[in-house]
C-alpha cells in the first residue's frame, strides 16, 4: 500500500506540488541575511534596514513582505497539507476529483494570510517593535506573543481545526457537494486555524531564519498526524506560555 502511494507521487502534479515546496525553500535560503549583516543592524539600527530596502512603509516595501509571506507560507503550509491532498487523491479511484482547483483553493487562503501579515510587519516595524527583518524589538511584546500562541493552543478552535486536519476523509466527506474549489477554501481556512499563531511567532524567533521556520514547519506537522499531534499540544501550549512567563520577566529584571 505505501508502495503504490509512493509511485502515485510521481506523478505530474505531486511533482509540481514537490517542486513548490523545494523552491520555496530554496528561495527563502536566498532570502535569508547573513549573520554579519545582521550584527552590522546592531549598530546602526532601523536606517540600516531601510538602506538596504527590506521592510519600508511604501508600495516597494509591501510588495517584498507579501513576496516574502507567500514564500514561507507556501513553503511552510503545504508540507502540513500532504496527507489531506494524498487522502482527496486516493478518492479519485472511486469518483471525480480536481487536484488542481483544492489546492489552488489552499494556497488562496494562505495568500490572503501573507497579504494581511505583510501589512502587519510593516506596521509593526513603523511602531518600532520590529526590526528591517521582521524580528522583534520588545521583550514585552515577544512575550505576548507566546503567551497568545500558548493560550491559543488550548483554545476550542484550535481543537476542532486540528481534528478536522487529522481526519482528511473525514472532512472530504462532510464537504464532497461544495466541490474542490470551495473545498480548498475551507481545507486552507482549517489549516490556518490550526496554524497562525505559530506563524506569527515568526515575529519572535525571526521572520527571516531558517532555523525558525524549519522548527516550526516540523512541529506543525507533527501536530496535524492523528497518532502523535495530540501528544504534542498541550506540551506545546505550556512550553509557550513558560517561555512567555520568562520572557516579560527578563524585561522587568
Not at 150 to 178: D, N, V
Not at 188 to 212: D, N, P, Q
Amino acid at each position: 500500500m505505501l508502495a503504490t502511494r509512493i509511485r502515485a507521487m510521481g506523478a505530474a502534479h505531486w511533482l509540481v506540488l514537490f517542486g513548490l515546496i523545494l523552491g520555496g525553500w530554496g528561495a527563502l535560503w536566498f532570502m535569508a541575511i547573513p549573520p554579519e549583516i545582521r550584527e552590522l543592524s546592531q549598530i546602526y539600527g532601523a536606517d540600516f534596514w531601510i538602506s538596504l530596502c527590506l521592510t519600508t512603509p511604501d508600495v516597494t516595501g509591501y510588495t517584498n513582505m507579501f513576496l516574502m509571506w507567500s514564500l514561507m507560507s507556501a513553503a511552510m503550509m503545504l508540507p502540513t497539507a500532504l496527507p489531506a491532498l494524498a487522502t482527496y487523491e486516493d478518492l479519485g479511484a472511486s469518483t471525480e476529483t480536481n487536484f488542481l482547483l483544492l489546492t489552488l483553493g489552499y494556497l488562496s487562503i494562505w495568500l490572503g494570510f501573507a497579504a494581511v501579515a505583510a501589512g502587519l510587519q510593516i506596521g509593526l516595524f513603523q511602531l518600532g517593535l520590529l526590526d528591517g527583518l521582521g524580528t522583534s524589538q520588545s521583550a514585552v511584546f515577544s512575550a505576548v506573543l507566546l503567551a497568545v500562541a500558548g493560550g491559543y493552543q488550548f483554545s476550542p478552535i484550535k481543537e476542532a481545526c486540528l481534528a478536522k486536519c487529522r481526519m482528511p476523509l473525514t472532512f472530504f466527506m462532510e464537504h464532497w457537494a461544495e466541490g474542490p474549489l470551495k473545498m480548498g477554501f475551507r481545507l486552507g481556512a482549517v489549516c490556518l486555524g490550526c496554524c497562525w499563531a505559530l506563524m506569527l511567532l515568526g515575529f519572535v524567533g525571526g521572520v527571516m531564519s531558517l532555523g525558525f521556520m524549519g522548527l516550526a514547519t516540523i512541529i506543525m506537522v507533527i501536530e496535524k498526524m492523528p497518532d502523535y499531534g495530540k501528544y504534542i499540544s498541550a506540551p506545546l501550549g505550556f512550553g509557550l506560555l513558560g517561555a512567555s512567563v520568562l520572557m516579560l520577566a527578563s524585561a522587568f529584571l
